[in-house]
């Protein structure tokens, strides 16, 4: 990775220190609502991010110390950018009365004879809002992990639950930051990309400030992906099964196993990461649990939409056609298509090659969001720390773009703004073309 001639040590220590204000503020004094505000701010931050990534003063020392001090920043801060804290703290105390939160919606938890079981419950509910309060909870077992104990020790206590899972979340950064450089190093890569992640204001931000778990299931993955490059595959098989715990969108990445393993051992990694991801969700398994957990991967699907892409091209298209929103048919054949891609790219790509397999993550990622009806910020995450592993660079540019998703919240009542939409999409993939053509002409 390039680094410019920057070696003024109060220029660089100066731009630490400015980040640091600037994420105050953000942290503690602007709502959504104030997209301007926002997006004001994030650009500084970027720019910030960029200089101090290419300077020559900074060590991979100093680098680790500003980054952890940036989210320290945040440490007692109340999200102000997303709501979903309040369904996790939800989930956790429900966790803690002995319940299954797979098998109540707050809306409908709130209006029986248990409510008053649930400390600030209705103050959840609020935070969380109806959309969220009205469905059954998505997370997996290990991720429930991470809002079980907040609630054990913080029973009654917002911020003392938010501050707690802000500590989970950091160490998977902690642990992001010992195993990134690791796999970069084995790949003959800068381990100083590693920073392209770590010290990035959108992974601060979603994460970090915002309580989003993408950065501990993350984690997780890179982890499982060094065990695999260093032949200790059925130990990576284990580490999966935890990243898929957290979330579930590793498990898009399995089919690459085969071809990178081999059938008799690859059958193996799939008994033991898909049989330790089945134990892990052993005590909150019923019928109603595998109804309920159904019902909200077909509304993703199906009933969600937000900062999509190619799916509003078609959302378009059917408007005109039809007369009407042809979500609930496009979500059922939309699965279909990224299904077959990734069975395609995992089989027709030399996989068994180490930056090969790096690369089909990063292509297989890109190719779910595409098609994706629902991109919310936190997902570039992912496909931002697997680019770091290829020599493209289009994720680090959407890193910046998805700042343009918060325009839908401008008014109280959530409406998206088309435009901003358009030029996410615009500056997105017209830096992925003009990578892919220069590629080509590297390869001629």
């Not at 429900?94 to 938890?109: A, D, K």
């Not at 392209?196 to 970090?208: A, H, Q, R, S, V």
């Not at 999966?240 to 085969?258: E, G």
């Amino acid at each position: 990775m390039p680094y410019l001639s920057i070696k003024n040590k109060s220029l660089n220590w100066g731009l630490a220190a400015l980040s640091a204000l600037l994420y105050f503020y953000l942290a503690y004094f602007v709502v959504r609502q104030d997209f301007y505000q926002v997006l004001g701010l994030y650009t500084v931050l970027f720019l910030a991010f960029a200089m101090m990534l290419r300077s020559e003063v900074f060590s991979f020392k100093s680098l680790s110390i500003i980054a952890l001090i940036l989210r320290l920043v945040f440490i007692a801060a109340l999200p102000n950018l997303s709501n979903d804290f309040y369904r996790f703290i939800w989930d956790g105390r429900l966790l803690v009365e002995g319940l299954n939160p797979y098998l109540y919606t707050p809306e409908l938890f709130l209006q029986g004879e248990q409510a008053a079981l649930i400390p600030e419950g209705q103050r959840l509910y609020e935070g969380m809002g109806s959309l969220n309060g009205h469905h059954y909870t998505c997370y997996p077992p290990v991720n429930q992990l991470g809002f079980f104990l907040p609630a054990l020790f913080y029973s009654d206590n917002l911020l003392g639950s938010t501050i707690l899972m802000r500590l989970f979340i950091m160490l998977g950064d902690v642990g992001l930051w010992w195993f990134g450089p690791k796999l970069l190093k084995h790949l003959k890569l800068n381990p100083k990309a590693i920073f392209l992640y770590l010290l990035n204001p959108f992974i601060i931000i979603e994460l970090t400030g915002n309580l989003h778990f993408e950065g501990v299931m993350l984690f997780f993955l890179i982890w499982s992906v060094y065990l695999l490059f260093t032949q200790k595959w059925a130990w990576s098989a284990v580490i999966m099964a935890l990243s898929i715990s957290v979330k579930l969108i590793p498990l898009i990445f399995l089919p690459l196993i085969l071809r990178k393993l081999g059938f008799k051992k690859a059958m193996v990694y799939y008994v033991i990461c898909l049989g330790l991801t089945a134990l892990l969700f052993a005590p909150f398994i019923s019928s109603e649990f595998v109804a309920n957990f159904m019902s909200s991967i077909n509304l993703y699907f199906q009933s969600f939409e937000f900062n999509a892409s190619v799916y509003y091209i078609i959302r378009a298209i059917g408007f005109e056609v039809t007369g009407y929103n042809i979500i609930h048919q496009v979500g059922k054949v939309l699965p279909l298509i990224i299904i077959s891609g990734v069975l395609l790219i995992s089989w027709l790509r030399k996989n068994e090659n180490e930056k090969n397999f790096m690369s089909s993550l990063m292509w297989i990622l890109f190719l779910y969001l595409a098609l994706s009806t629902t991109v919310h910020p936190w997902y570039i995450a992912v496909i931002l720390l697997l680019s770091i592993f290829t020599k493209f660079r289009f994720p680090l540019l959407w890193s910046f773009a998805i700042v343009f998703s918060y325009s839908a919240y401008i008014t109280a009542e959530y409406h998206e703004n088309l435009a901003f939409v358009a030029l996410e999409y615009v500056v997105v993939f017209g830096f992925f073309i003009f990578e892919v053509v220069r590629m080509r002409k590297l390869r001629v």
